[in-house]
């Protein structure tokens, strides 16, 4: 059986060391990367199950590094950065990022988001599967394959994308709070902010909608939260 490994993309040594030895001690086995060019090498060289990548890195940027990854990859990635900007957080979750975090951190509570990052990618991949694909409208979610199809069309999603968009797809018609979106797919013991959910409805409206300012498939209920409309 392949051994699972964690990749971690930080060029600040200590903090890369700090973090490497916190998840040894959890269990987990780690590559580290000190530049954005060599985590992109040794992503393709390890194929991690999880990415811990830090946004400012020399020679290629996180953000760059990310947005490879994802090109490929559907794995969970943290990003973690010194800066505390509500627009680095966004920015850093629309490329792709599951999770943010901001230095100064706790390593206990950053080894409690890639644990809980973990169980729910392999919990959602591990589901049985009722019916191998959701059609609604022009809109096609095979939950088996991880794609989404437009019009036969297929549309790129990260995997936090894709199981926010099949979890109010299979429940068209509910709606939901921002607090039962994001404990259902990002998990009870995950950490961070409801907004995280509000940037990932932007990012699938503007991949799956033809006008994402007057959505079609995934709506607003005003002081409410988001439901998944639109006609089989």
């Not at 490879?68 to 966004?90: G, H, Y």
């Not at 503007?206 to 209920?221: A, H, L, R, W």
Request: some cysteine.
């Amino acid at each position: 059986m392949k051994e699972e490994v964690i990749l971690i993309v930080e060029d600040e040594k200590e903090i890369g060391e700090l973090v490497r030895d916190y998840l040894t001690a959890n269990g987990f086995h780690t590559v580290l990367a000190h530049d954005g060019d060599e985590g992109i090498k040794q992503f393709k060289k390890v194929s991690p199950i999880l990415v811990v990548l830090d946004v400012m890195l020399p020679k290629v940027s996180g953000i760059d590094v990310c947005r490879t990854i994802r090109a490929s990859s559907n794995i969970p990635i943290i990003m973690i950065s010194a800066k505390k900007s509500e627009t680095d957080k966004i920015i850093g979750l629309g490329i792709g990022a599951d999770d943010y975090i901001a230095k100064p951190f706790s390593p206990g509570e950053l080894v409690a988001r890639i644990k809980a990052q973990l169980r729910r990618y392999k919990e959602f991949a591990s589901q049985p599967i009722e019916s191998n694909t959701l059609k609604v409208g022009e809109l096609e979610v095979d939950e088996k394959g991880f794609n989404v199809t437009i019009s036969g069309n297929k549309i790129e999603l990260s995997a936090k994308e894709f199981q926010l968009l099949h979890y109010l797809a299979k429940n068209r018609g509910q709606v939901f709070s921002k607090t039962q979106l994001f404990e259902q797919v990002w998990g009870y013991e995950s950490y961070g902010d409801l907004n995280t959910v509000t940037v990932y409805i932007r990012k699938i409206r503007e991949k799956i909608e033809g006008n994402p300012s007057d959505p079609k498939y995934i709506v607003t209920v005003w002081g409410v939260g988001y439901k998944f409309e639109g006609s089989s």
